[in-house]
């Protein structure tokens, strides 16, 4: 038994999936303590989109570090947060043509979704929220409250009240627009659905299965949410900071929502940092009215400083847009050639490949595990291979990843993937 597994409670999860001791990880690479190396296709959930350990954000902490610059400062003005504003104004927002106020609550995205949840809750004096079949939105209790997955609500331990779930573009089959079932109930005063608040939305569902809102389905859910007069927050935490190819994942629509939800890639290197952006209007909060002991952490400032240069030209976006479609080919190949009936689906660099054998994906990625390539299940079933490699990895490397997905699908699908070996020895064995 491992110091883990005698120490670390049950509760823990990837290191399931991928048993081994890392140690070091550059770019698009991770090290085990016994040297192997992995190619990373997970990249933190998306918290690595500019890989492990970027030289050029690495050198803006180093220097930061070395000059004693000030680690923690509660939210007092700092110099970091100060550069850190005015920059992400300059590089982001002003260029986009918009304006929110900033707010830096705790430092995880479930922390910038509850105070956007609460935010909205007070600013409309109206209790529900409206998530999304198969949503993902964190783990405390109102971000829960959103979030799909029965297991996870479960744990909750307490009934999760005051929300609604309402079904996500395509959860009827594609001929179904489910907003015409979401605006029926709002105009139906015998709907049984109280006004809401705020509807809370991914752009794409990472956790989810990798869920792809189209475009005129958010246009339509902006135009629904602004006649009625609910606040439309759009959590951005895994897809947005260039995952989709724009920095913000809404952007192909077009839209402009009341309040976004930032946080995984915003630091651009792995340091905590989360960010709610409110439309000035709804900034009612009263000093202090929600607080957290490390709201923005200096070193993650200038770190998160550091990745905007990523987004002063249009190189990552049109790199992503031409990575992207490297994915989405060589996976409807492999989809066509080996499992016909499998669906593949994403936008910019996150894709899923969903499996209508539910326990496929997860043999996959243990396999890919297994000739050194990291790489998660998402959705209810763990049903959908996800591929959220780093924006900057090298084509040279996509390749790669995506010759072990094959390789792997392929063993699976044979039957000569160590799994079943494994099961058939144990089967062998009993017997
Ligand atoms: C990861 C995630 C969260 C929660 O972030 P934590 O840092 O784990 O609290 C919320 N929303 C989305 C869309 C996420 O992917």
């Given at each position: 038994?491992?110091?883990?597994?005698?120490?670390?409670?049950?509760?823990?999860?990837?290191?399931?999936?991928?048993?081994?001791?890392?140690?070091?990880?550059?770019?698009?690479?991770?090290?085990?303590?016994?040297?192997?190396?992995?190619?990373?296709?997970?990249?933190?959930?998306?918290?690595?989109?500019?890989?492990?350990?970027?030289?050029?954000?690495?050198?803006?902490?180093?220097?930061y570090?070395?000059?004693d610059g000030i680690t923690h400062t509660l939210d007092m003005y700092s110099q970091a947060k100060q550069r850190f504003?005015?920059?992400?104004?300059?590089?982001?927002?002003?260029?986009?043509?918009?304006?929110?106020?900033?707010?830096f609550?705790?430092p995880?995205?479930?922390?910038?979704?509850?105070?956007?949840?609460?935010?909205?809750?007070?600013?409309?004096?109206?209790?529900?929220?409206?998530?999304?079949?198969?949503?993902?939105?964190?783990?405390?209790?109102?971000?829960?409250?959103?979030?799909?997955?029965?297991?996870?609500?479960?744990?909750?331990?307490?009934?999760?009240?005051?929300?609604?779930?309402?079904?996500?573009?395509?959860?009827?089959?594609?001929?179904?627009?489910?907003?015409?079932?979401?605006?029926?109930?709002?105009?139906?005063?015998?709907?049984?659905?109280?006004?809401?608040?705020?509807?809370?939305?991914?752009?794409?569902?990472?956790?989810?299965?990798?869920?792809?809102?189209?475009?005129?389905?958010?246009?339509?859910?902006?135009?629904?949410?602004?006649?009625?007069?609910?606040?439309?927050?759009?959590?951005?935490?895994?897809?947005?900071?260039?995952?989709?190819?724009?920095?913000?994942?809404?952007?192909?629509?077009?839209?402009?929502?009341?309040?976004?939800?930032?946080?995984?890639?915003?630091?651009?290197?792995?340091?905590?940092l989360?960010?709610?952006?409110?439309?000035?209007?709804?900034?009612?909060?009263?000093?202090?009215?929600?607080n957290g002991t490390f709201r923005g952490h200096c070193p993650a400032f200038v770190?998160?400083?550091?990745?905007?240069?990523?987004?002063?030209?249009?190189?990552?976006?049109?790199?992503?847009?031409?990575?992207?479609?490297?994915?989405?080919?060589?996976?409807?190949?492999?989809?066509?050639?080996?499992?016909?009936?499998?669906?593949?689906?994403?936008?910019?660099?996150?894709?899923?490949?969903?499996?209508?054998?539910?326990?496929?994906?997860?043999?996959?990625?243990?396999?890919?595990?297994?000739?050194?390539?990291?790489?998660?299940?998402?959705?209810?079933?763990?049903?959908?291979?996800?591929?959220?490699?780093?924006?900057?990895?090298?084509?040279?490397?996509?390749?790669?990843?995506?010759?072990?997905?094959?390789?792997?699908?392929?063993?699976?699908?044979?039957?000569?993937?160590?799994?079943?070996?494994?099961?058939?020895?144990?089967?062998?064995?009993?017997?």
């Open positions: 038994m491992n110091t883990f597994e005698e120490f670390e409670s049950e509760v823990r999860g990837y290191c399931r999936s991928f048993p081994t001791v890392f140690s070091s990880a550059k770019g698009a690479w991770m090290t085990d303590t016994a040297g192997e190396r992995y190619l990373d296709f997970f990249a933190g959930a998306g918290v690595l989109n500019y890989g492990h350990n970027p030289d050029k954000i690495k050198q803006a902490l180093l220097g570090l070395m000059r504003i005015e920059r992400f104004n300059e590089v982001i927002l002003q260029p986009r043509g918009l304006h929110y106020k900033f707010q609550p705790g995880t995205g479930t922390n910038a979704v509850e105070a956007a949840l609460k935010l909205a809750r007070k600013v409309t004096g109206r209790e529900q929220v409206v998530g999304f079949t198969n949503a993902f939105h964190g783990m405390t209790l109102g971000a829960l409250a959103v979030t799909g997955n029965s297991f996870k609500r479960a744990g909750a331990g307490v009934p999760l009240g005051h929300t609604a779930s309402v079904p996500f573009d395509g959860y009827l089959g594609q001929d179904v627009d489910t907003l015409n079932y979401f605006e029926a109930m709002l105009h139906d005063s015998g709907s049984g659905m109280d006004k809401p608040a705020a509807v809370i939305v991914e752009t794409v569902q990472a956790e989810g299965g990798v869920n792809v809102a189209s475009v005129e389905w958010l246009q339509r859910l902006r135009q629904i949410t602004a006649e009625h007069d609910i606040v439309l927050i759009v959590d951005d935490i895994q897809v947005g900071c260039g995952r989709t190819g724009s920095f913000f994942s809404f952007e192909e629509a077009g839209i402009v929502p009341d309040i976004v939800t930032l946080s995984k890639s915003l630091s651009g290197y792995g340091l905590p989360a960010l709610v952006l409110i439309r000035p209007e709804l900034d009612q909060w009263a000093p202090g009215e929600h770190t998160a400083t550091a990745a905007l240069t990523f987004w002063e030209d249009g190189r990552l976006q049109q790199a992503v847009a031409r990575k992207g479609q490297t994915v989405q080919r060589r996976l409807e190949r492999m989809a066509k050639k080996l499992a016909p009936d499998a669906r593949v689906r994403g936008r910019g660099l996150i894709w899923g490949i969903e499996f209508s054998d539910t326990a496929l994906a997860s043999r996959v990625s243990k396999a890919c595990f297994e000739r050194g390539l990291i790489i998660e299940t998402a959705g209810i079933d763990d049903q959908v291979l996800k591929i959220l490699p780093s924006l900057t990895i090298s084509e040279d490397e996509l390749q790669h990843g995506l010759d072990v997905i094959e390789d792997s699908l392929s063993a699976v699908l044979n039957g000569t993937d160590g799994a079943t070996s494994a099961e058939a020895n144990a089967l062998a064995e009993a017997a």
